[in-house]
């Protein structure tokens, strides 16, 4: 019996050995107590993370493969003698805008070499100018017919032009009487002494400075020709000759002139505007009747120092091309209304107002810019115009001005408009902007300009009190009732290339 009992008892123990032993072969096989477990599909996730790291890889490599043969095409086709590819290397060609729309073209660098000649000595002068084709004889209002028929006290520099005369103005004609400032007794007059000096004047380097903002800076790498041939001529207010005098060395000629190393100051008297900005447009826009006798002029602003010389610079770009007008893209947008967009997170005037301006260009057919416009940009950089003073070059001058003396003083908004008005007729040169960024050394502002109405948010506060802030002799047709209505203008969408600044 007790065999049988020690028998069965050692089956049993056996038995439960077999079931341990069992088990512990299980956690072995699936990793033992304290190992990790894997999954049954662990190896093939293994191979699908090393196929992938292979797969970023050779695309990688294959990125830089096709980057490298885009590169070189585009080296060959700048070479190439069929149109098409030569088209892709010209800036100005619909393929190249086209291709950096897309964002296929590399982003310009800051500064670029220009294309001049090597010496302004060999450079030859046209002896012709430009033949007036289209406007042939141009005239200007001279009285404010508001202050003549006795419905003010005193006339205005921009004049009272309402709407009608300002929808007549871009209907081109042989024969055209326009807007363009310098209303008599409007301000913005010269001394005898600066017009009979400025009548001698055929070729000019222009620049400005009003409220003080600036000091003259003398240009570099002129040429001994181009001293004898250009006037260099910095026009001011009042304001800003007392701080020149006081920072800056001023020399006065036998004559009575007076001179800041190669600049002859003109002193302009009575500014026009109550707003040193807009006061700044009149030289930068309205050359032509400052110094009527000068066939062609370079504008530089004031805060830049001119570092090619302006023979040079006549000759890249206007002789060479045939042009009469050129002026350089902006860096960063192409459309008004980003422009537009960009001023109003800037702060560079009342936010309403310039919305104001917007809606009534968009409400006169002002398309946003595209490909398909035969512009390579609706907004220019300002600070430098090169011009021959023809009847129509003229003409846009004085309608881009009385676009900044009716709105604001932003002339990047307006410039563009004008142009699309004009349907085509007004031909110019936009270089690129690497370009316009080697012509000059750019110096700081003696210290910065701020308004109170550049904070402004909404119109009501220009309503009691704030009243004070809305310029008195100039955008008036801010104010002045529109003869449409723009209730349900809609602005385009603005897509924000730039920070804000």
């Not at 009608?164 to 081109?172: D, P």
């Not at 001005?401 to 002339?411: G, H, K």
């Not at 960024?437 to 220009?462: A, Q, Y």
Request: proline letters at 6%; aromatic letters at 12%.
């Amino acid at each position: 019996m007790e065999s049988k009992a020690q028998f069965s008892h050692s089956s049993r123990l056996n038995r439960r050995g077999d079931r341990n032993h069992q088990t512990l072969r299980i956690q072995d096989a699936e990793g033992g107590l304290f190992s990790p477990r894997f999954p049954q599909d662990y190896p093939m996730k293994i191979v699908w993370k090393r196929g992938f790291i292979r797969l970023v890889l050779v695309a990688g490599i294959a990125w830089m493969l096709l980057i490298l043969v885009v590169l070189l095409f585009h080296v060959w086709s700048c070479q190439s003698s069929l149109a098409f590819f030569s088209a892709i290397c010209n800036k100005q060609g619909k393929v190249f805008i086209m291709l950096d729309t897309m964002g296929l073209v590399p982003k310009p660098q800051h500064r670029c070499p220009i294309p001049t000649v090597d010496d302004p000595n060999t450079i030859f002068i046209p002896k012709e100018r430009t033949p007036n084709t289209i406007v042939k004889n141009l005239t200007y209002f001279l009285e404010d017919e508001f202050v003549h028929n006795g419905s003010q006290s005193s006339p205005l520099f921009g004049g009272h032009q309402n709407w009608l005369q300002r929808e007549e103005s871009f209907k081109l004609n042989s024969n055209m009487k326009v807007h363009c400032g310098f209303m008599q007794n409007g301000g913005a007059e010269m001394s005898p002494l600066d017009v009979k000096y400025v009548k001698k004047c055929k070729f000019v380097v222009a620049s400005g400075i009003f409220d003080g903002y600036d000091v003259p800076h003398q240009p570099s790498n002129i040429s001994h020709r181009s001293k004898k041939l250009f006037c260099f001529l910095m026009v001011m207010d009042e304001v800003s000759l007392k701080f020149i005098r006081k920072n800056v060395t001023v020399k006065e000629d036998s004559a009575g002139g007076q001179w800041v190393g190669i600049w002859r100051l003109i002193l302009l008297k009575h500014p026009p505007y109550d707003e040193p900005r807009r006061n700044g447009k009149v030289p930068k826009i309205l050359t032509h009747r400052l110094f009527p006798q000068a066939q062609y002029s370079i504008w530089i602003d004031g805060k830049m120092e001119l570092i090619v010389d302006p023979l040079l610079i006549l000759e890249r770009y206007l002789w060479r091309g045939k042009h009469t007008f050129a002026i350089a893209q902006h860096k960063h947008h192409r459309s008004i209304y980003e422009e537009a967009d960009a001023n109003k997170r800037r702060k560079r005037y009342a936010r309403p107002l310039i919305d104001y301006q917007m809606k009534i260009y968009r409400y006169e057919g002002m398309e946003p810019w595209s490909i398909k416009k035969n512009t390579v940009s609706d907004v220019p950089e300002g600070a430098v115009i090169i011009r021959e003073h023809t009847a129509l070059s003229n003409l846009f001058s004085c309608l881009w001005f009385n676009e900044v003396d009716l709105f604001t003083p932003r002339d990047q908004l307006s410039f563009g408009y004008v142009v699309y008005r004009l349907k085509g007729l007004f031909k110019f040169y936009m270089f690129p902007n690497c370009e316009y960024n080697s012509l000059f050394v750019l110096h700081p502002h003696t210290r910065e300009h701020s308004s109170k109405i550049e904070w402004v948010k909404s119109r009501d506060e220009l309503k009691g009190n704030g009243s004070s802030m809305i310029e008195g002799r100039g955008g008036l047709g801010l104010w002045t009732p529109y003869p449409g209505n723009l209730d349900l203008v809609v602005l385009p969408p603005v897509a924000r290339t730039s920070k804000a600044g």
